[in-house]
C-alpha cells in the first residue's frame, strides 16, 4: 500500500505551479490560516475537491496584506477567487472573549500569530475580518475575477450580525467586503456548481446554498419578474433600532437552517439586499466517503511547519458530520447543519489504513469523530422533521442509536495491525452515553487515556434552559453510569467537566450553586471559558438583547469585564480555593506564565 506522505500538496508558490507546467490557475484560494492539505482544514478539502473535478487550483495562505502584491503572486485566476477566514471566525482567533489579543494561533507556524516579532498594524498573519480584507486586496488586483467567499466567517456573517470585538452590530459580510457570493455551510455542493457555471460562462443566480448581494434596482427588477416564495427578515436598518428583532431575525434563521426549508430568506441592508438561497439536501456516506478518502498528505505545507492544530489531528478521521443538540452558544448546526451523516465504516478503514501507514505514524488514531462522535451512525425512524432538534429537552423516541455501528468501528481500526490506541477526542453526549453502556464501557476499557472530558456547560435549570441544553439529572445518571462501569473494569477513570461561565442569563447565584455542585459530584474543574458572543448563535442574539431565546421575556446578561470577573472568582474561591485557577481565555497572567500555550477556542 502506498502511503500517504508521497501525496503532493496543492501548489502554495508559483515555483510549484511552474513545476506542474500551469501558465494559468482556474482558482485560487485564499484563506487566513496556515495550508495544511487535511480534510479537517475547509480550504483544503474545498480544494481537493476541486482539484478532483479537473480544476487547476492553488492555495494562497496567510498573505501579506499591507499591499496587494501576494494577491498577483499567481496571476489572474480563470474562474474566480474563493476566500475563507480559515477554521476559526478571524475575530475569535485574534481575540478572547473580553477582546484581548490573542498571543498564541494554533494555525499558524509554530502557534505564533506573527509574521515577525512586532506588533505593527500588518503584522499579525491573520487579519481582523479576515475575508473583507482579503476580498479588497484581490479585487483591487484583479477588478473582474469574481470573488466567492466561504468558510465559517462568511457563514455566520452571512447576514446583520454581532461583532463582540466592536461591541456592535454589522451588516451583512457580503455587503460590507462587496463580495460576489457567498457560500455558507460546509460548501461543496456549491462551488462545484459555482465553477461549472464560471467555466460555462453562466451567471450566479440561484445556486442552493449561496447568498446573494442585489442592489435595490435588480432587486426589484427580481420581484416584479419573479414570485418566490420567501421570508422578510427585519433589515438591518430596523435592527439597528429595535434590537429585539435581531433575536427574532436570528430565530428564523435558525428555524430554516433546521428545517432545510424551501425558501428564501431575505434582509435588507443599508444600500442593497441580501438574498439566501435555500441550502442543499445534505450530504451523503457514499459523497462524504468520496470527500475524506481524497488524496490528502495530512501534513502541514513545507512552506508553514509546525501547525499545532495540524499536529494535533494529523492522525485523526472524521466519522460523522452535522449535530442536531442545537445548544445556544454553539453555531455548528448552522453552519454544518443539522442532519447526521455518518462514513460508511469500509471508507474509514481504508482512511484508517493509509494514516497507520504515514512514516511518523507512531500507533496512535487521535480522534474518531466530529461535532459530536457518538452521534455516529444515528439515524430517524420517521425519516426527518422540520425541528431536527433530537436532544432536547430529552433525546426524541424516534432518534435510532446504533450502538452496534460505533463499536465495531472502534474494534476494527483498534485491530489494524500498526494501530496500539484509538481515542476518542471529539465531545460525546452524556445522555446518549447513558442509553449506550456498552459503548460506554468500551470507550472507558480502550478510548479514553486515564481522564474523561465531559461538557455538561452547566448545572442549573434556568440556565441549562437558555443554554438549550439536557437536565442536571442527565449528568448525575452518567457520572453513577459511569463510575459503575469503572468499578466493573478496575480502571481509575476520573470526569473532567468543562463549562460555560457568563452565558446569557446566569447570575452570580447560578454560578455559585454550580460550583457547590461539581463539589458534591467529586468533580474538579480544570477549566472553564467566559461565553464569547460569537457570530451566527442564539445565545449572542440573547446577549445582544437582554431576552429569554422562546419568550422573549428580560433576562439578566453578564456584559462588562467587571461583571464577567464575578463568577469567574466564585469558580476559582470555591473550586480552587489553595491555588490560583483561571480560565484557559482571557487571563494576563496566565498568557504569561503557562508554558503549554494552550488555548480554548
Keep these: 500500500m502506498k502511503t500517504t506522505d508521497i501525496f503532493s500538496p496543492l501548489p502554495a508558490t508559483k515555483k510549484e505551479c511552474n513545476a506542474r507546467g500551469w501558465k494559468e490557475l482556474d482558482i485560487i484560494l485564499i484563506t487566513g490560516d496556515a495550508y495544511v492539505d487535511h480534510p479537517s482544514f475547509g480550504v483544503a478539502l474545498i480544494g481537493r475537491l476541486l482539484e478532483s473535478k479537473g480544476y487547476r487550483v492553488a492555495i494562497l495562505a496567510q498573505p ?9 503572486i499567481f496571476g489572474r485566476p480563470r474562474l474566480f477567487f474563493g476566500i475563507t477566514g480559515g477554521n476559526l471566525d478571524s475575530i475569535v482567533a485574534n481575540y478572547t472573549g473580553s477582546g484581548k489579543v490573542r498571543e498564541k494561533d494554533s ?32 479585487r483591487s488586483a484583479y477588478k473582474d475575477v469574481p470573488i466567492i467567499l466561504g468558510g465559517v466567517e462568511a457563514s455566520l456573517r452571512r447576514f446583520t450580525h454581532y461583532d463582540y470585538k466592536q461591541k456592535k452590530l454589522r451588516g451583512s459580510l457580503l455587503s460590507d467586503a462587496k463580495a460576489d457570493l457567498i457560500v455558507y455551510g460546509m460548501g461543496e455542493k456549491a462551488i462545484i456548481q459555482i465553477a461549472e457555471r464560471l467555466d460555462k460562462g453562466h451567471d450566479l443566480t440561484n445556486i442552493a446554498g449561496t447568498c446573494e448581494r442585489l442592489s435595490e434596482k435588480l432587486f426589484q427588477e ?32 435558525d428555524s430554516q437552517a433546521r ?11 443599508q444600500s442593497s439586499w441580501i438574498i439566501q438561497h435555500p441550502q442543499p439536501p445534505k450530504i451523503t456516506t457514499k459523497e462524504m466517503d468520496s470527500l475524506y478518502e481524497l488524496p490528502f498528505t495530512r501534513c502541514e505545507h513545507p512552506a508553514f511547519p509546525n501547525v499545532p492544530a495540524a499536529r494535533m489531528i494529523q492522525h485523526s478521521l472524521t466519522t460523522v458530520r452535522g449535530c442536531s443538540g442545537n445548544c445556544s452558544f454553539c453555531a455548528i448546526t448552522r ?13 474509514l478503514l481504508r482512511e484508517a489504513k493509509q494514516v497507520s501507514s504515514m512514516k511518523n505514524f507512531k500507533g496512535t488514531i487521535s480522534d474518531l469523530g466530529g461535532p459530536t462522535a457518538n452521534l455516529y451512525g444515528v439515524t430517524c425512524r420517521i425519516g426527518s422533521c422540520k425541528k431536527h432538534d433530537c436532544l432536547y429537552p430529552k433525546v426524541c423516541k424516534n432518534l435510532q442509536i446504533d450502538e452496534k455501528a460505533f463499536l465495531s468501528l472502534l474494534r476494527n481500526i483498534s485491530a489494524l495491525p500498526a494501530v496500539k490506541n484509538v481515542f476518542i477526542s471529539s465531545g460525546l453526549r452524556l445522555e446518549l452515553l447513558s442509553k449506550t453502556p456498552a ?40 457520572l453513577d453510569l459511569g463510575r459503575k462501569l469503572s468499578r466493573e473494569l478496575k480502571k481509575d477513570i476520573h470526569f473532567s467537566p468543562y463549562i460555560i461561565s457568563s452565558h446569557p442569563g446566569c447570575r452570580e447565584s447560578h454560578t455559585a450553586n454550580m460550583a457547590k455542585t461539581l463539589q458534591k459530584l467529586g468533580l474538579e474543574l480544570r477549566q472553564f471559558q467566559d461565553f464569547t458572543p460569537t457570530p451566527g448563535t442564539l445565545a449572542t442574539a440573547m446577549y445582544v438583547t437582554g431576552l429569554h431565546r422562546d419568550t422573549e421575556k428580560p433576562i439578566f446578561v453578564a456584559r462588562g469585564q467587571s461583571e464577567r470577573m464575578k463568577q469567574r472568582r466564585i469558580l476559582e474561591r470555591l473550586l480552587h480555593p489553595q491555588k490560583t ?21
Design 581 to 601: 485557577s483561571l480560565p484557559i481565555e482571557d487571563s494576563r497572567k496566565q498568557k504569561r506564565t503557562n508554558a503549554s500555550g494552550r488555548y480554548k477556542k
Design 222 to 253: 427580481r420581484e416584479d419578474r419573479e414570485e418566490p416564495e420567501n421570508i422578510l427578515l427585519p433589515s438591518w436598518q430596523e435592527i439597528s433600532q429595535d434590537k429585539a428583532l435581531f433575536l427574532r431575525a436570528e430565530k428564523e434563521v
Design 107 to 138: 494555525y499558524s507556524p509554530d502557534g505564533n500569530p506573527w509574521f515577525g516579532n512586532k506588533r505593527e498594524k500588518t503584522s499579525r498573519r491573520r487579519p481582523d475580518r479576515a475575508s473583507m480584507l482579503y476580498t479588497n486586496l484581490a
Design 259 to 269: 428545517s432545510y426549508a424551501d425558501k428564501q430568506l431575505i434582509q435588507k441592508q
Design 439 to 478: 459503548l460506554f464501557k468500551e470507550i472507558i476499557r480502550s478510548h479514553t487515556p486515564g481522564v474523561m472530558k465531559i461538557a455538561p456547560e452547566h448545572t442549573e435549570p434556568e440556565v441549562l434552559e437558555l443554554m438549550h441544553k439536557e437536565s442536571h439529572a442527565q449528568l448525575r445518571k452518567f
Design 335 to 347: 453552519h454544518q447543519g443539522p442532519a447526521i451523516t455518518s462514513r460508511s465504516r469500509e471508507s
Design 64 to 72: 501579506r496584506y499591507d499591499t496587494n502584491d501576494a494577491f498577483k
